[in-house]
């Protein structure tokens, strides 16, 4: 005669923390105590770092169940690949337990740190977790133990923190370390090396630190700019808290001793043509770090604020007296950042830096220039591709140069066939200088000269538009408007989302 069959048994996900016995959870210990099985994940060597984490809190006399994956790194022989069997191994483990939890066994699954965070453990839950009750024992992440281990706050205030894996693509990860204010890089082994170049491209690498077997006896801290590449485990991780100084920086105290003798430094950068997604991450890492922002008040907009940082905004017309300004702070002491739209260089305030530089005699001031998206690459790129072939770009403000020789290089240029991107086309008081262009592209390009009108391309009220020097309308255009004047070669397509121009590269 068969008798009811018994409850079905819980399965615990118990984090362990990030290694030492002594970070296991009060309930965590417990709950390992009182299962009739306790199951680990393990290596092909079959040792398993979370039993020897929780040996100690085991009773003697409980089933074992020894998950060892058939695999560690992405290559195998299985005719499915890595995926397929990682699948196939997540599966079979998945069988091994619920026979447990069907015969009415409790099932404790120690993961390293938490059951939540870059655990297998969650491939045991999703597979189980609908037939059976499940629990979860939140434990330390590694997060906390590698920044106990550096001894710096990884978040102060409103600071972001982001995790990230080393196994991301090289551009996304400096992507994403530029833009946090600190940041913890997991997974490293294999990733190293890669994930050291992003953080030097993210500008973060001064400030890096690398944390192996965080909390064991064999902990190690140093520098990630001095580690080798040949030496790091799997378990081991990169911690990019803010700038030691950054905090006092901000605030307008006085830099460590350690930096008296660094030369002054002013960084003059461009924030492409509007959206935060155009910035580069290295401009973004420049910008975080920044005392006092120096620039006209419509880029100055652009900047997030951050807490204590001094914003000096001011008028269109004082390129030289706003560079004199910043080099004065600069000079100072203060971590400077000159701010143009756009890229710096391409009619923006590089070029009065440097001039106003040379004028005051600042050879003592240290001068970086951070390349940007220019407008012309914007309008361009929303356009298809006029720029395609040999291109030039001219101003048509007469502000800085007379318009005799603004009219003289755009007849030289349109009679070079070259396309041509259009700066400063227009203003409420300058409206001439647009019609004059209309002209001149008119006579030496002829009426279907093609004609691009990009408005404030990438912002709320982008437009953009693809005509002819016949039908171009110089009324519509203002200062956030770039033109493209294509040459003789220029095409336009007709496609899905409309006309599209293009200049071939053969000629």
Same mark, same amino acid.
């Given at each position: 005669m068969?008798?009811?069959?018994?409850?079905?048994?819980?399965?615990?996900?118990?984090?362990?923390?990030?290694?030492?016995?002594?970070?296991?959870?009060?309930?965590?210990?417990?709950?390992?105590?009182?299962?009739?099985?306790?199951a680990f994940h393990a290596a092909r060597h079959?040792?398993?770092?979370?039993?020897?984490?929780?040996?100690?809190?085991?009773?003697?006399?409980?089933?074992?169940?020894?998950?060892?994956?058939?695999?560690?790194?992405?290559?195998?022989?299985?005719?499915?690949?890595?995926?397929a069997a990682i699948e196939e191994f997540y599966a079979e483990a998945a069988q091994r337990l619920a026979a447990h939890l069907r015969a009415g066994r409790d099932v404790a699954l120690c993961a390293a740190g938490d059951p939540l965070f870059y655990s297998s453990f969650m491939h045991m839950y999703t597979r189980l977790c609908d037939e059976f009750p499940c629990e979860i024992v939140p434990g330390v992440t590694a997060v906390s133990a590698v920044s106990a281990a550096v001894a710096r706050p990884l978040v102060e205030g409103e600071e972001v923190l982001?995790?990230?894996?080393?196994?991301?693509?090289e551009a996304t990860l400096t992507e994403r370390l530029a833009q946090t204010d600190s940041a913890v890089v997991m997974k490293l082994g294999r990733t190293f090396a890669k994930v050291r170049r992003a953080v030097a491209a993210a500008g973060r690498l001064d400030e890096a630190r690398y944390?192996?077997?965080?909390?064991?006896?064999?902990?190690?801290?140093?520098?990630?700019?001095?580690?080798?590449?040949?030496t790091v485990p799997y378990f081991s991780a990169a911690v990019i808290p803010s700038p030691e100084d950054t905090r006092r920086r901000v605030a307008g105290a006085p830099a460590d001793s350690d930096g008296d003798d660094e030369a002054p430094r002013l960084v003059v950068i461009g924030t492409g043509p509007g959206p935060a997604g155009w910035r580069t991450p290295e401009v973004d890492a420049v910008l975080r770090t920044a005392t006092d922002v120096?620039?006209?008040?419509?880029?100055?907009?652009?900047?997030?604020?951050?807490?204590?940082?001094?914003?000096?905004?001011?008028?269109?017309?004082?390129?030289?007296?706003?560079?004199?300004?910043?080099?004065?702070? /600069?000079?100072?002491? $203060? &971590?400077?950042? =000159? +701010?143009?739209?756009?890229?710096?260089?391409?009619?923006a305030m590089a070029s009065a830096v440097f001039e106003a530089a040379e004028a005051g005699g600042y050879a003592d001031v240290e001068i970086d220039v951070l390349p940007g998206?220019?407008?012309?690459?914007?309008?361009?790129?929303?356009?298809?591709?006029?720029?395609?072939?040999?291109?030039?770009m001219i101003s048509l403000s007469d502000r800085l140069k007379p318009w005799e020789v603004v009219e003289a290089r755009l007849r030289a240029l349109l009679s070079a066939d070259l396309a041509v991107a259009v700066?400063?086309? /227009?203003?409420?008081? $300058? &409206?001439?200088? =647009? +019609?004059?262009l209309r002209d001149v592209a008119l006579e030496v390009g002829g009426p279907d000269r093609v004609v691009i009108v990009g408005r404030d391309v990438g912002g709320a009220e982008e437009s953009l538009t693809v005509t002819t020097a016949a039908a171009f309308d110089p009324g519509v255009v203002d200062m956030?408007?770039?033109?493209?004047?294509?040459?003789?070669?220029?095409?336009?397509?007709?496609?899905?989302?409309?006309?599209?121009?293009?200049?071939?590269?053969?000629?």
């Open positions: 068969t008798g009811d069959a018994p409850a079905p048994g819980t399965l615990y996900g118990v984090g362990l923390g990030p290694g030492d016995p002594e970070l296991v959870t009060v309930r965590g210990a417990r709950v390992i105590a009182e299962a009739d099985v306790v079959g040792n398993s770092i979370a039993r020897d984490t929780a040996a100690a809190y085991m009773r003697g006399d409980q089933l074992e169940e020894l998950l060892v994956y058939p695999l560690t790194v992405e290559e195998t022989d299985h005719p499915g690949g890595y995926e982001t995790v990230l894996p080393g196994t991301l693509d944390v192996e077997r965080a909390t064991w006896p064999a902990q190690r801290v140093e520098p990630l700019a001095d580690v080798d590449a040949d120096v620039g006209y008040e419509t880029y100055t907009r652009r900047v997030p604020p951050r807490p204590g940082q001094r914003i000096h905004s001011s008028d269109n017309r004082v390129e030289v007296e706003r560079a004199t300004f910043a080099l004065d702070l /600069a000079r100072a002491g $203060r &971590r400077v950042v =000159v +701010v143009s739209g756009g890229d710096p260089g391409v009619f998206v220019t407008a012309a690459s914007a309008v361009a790129a929303r356009a298809g591709a006029p720029l395609g072939h040999d291109f030039a700066y400063n086309p /227009a203003s409420r008081s $300058r &409206r001439e200088q =647009v +019609v004059r956030r408007t770039l033109l493209v004047v294509g040459s003789s070669r220029t095409r336009v397509l007709d496609t899905p989302s409309g006309p599209r121009a293009y200049t071939p590269r053969s000629y």
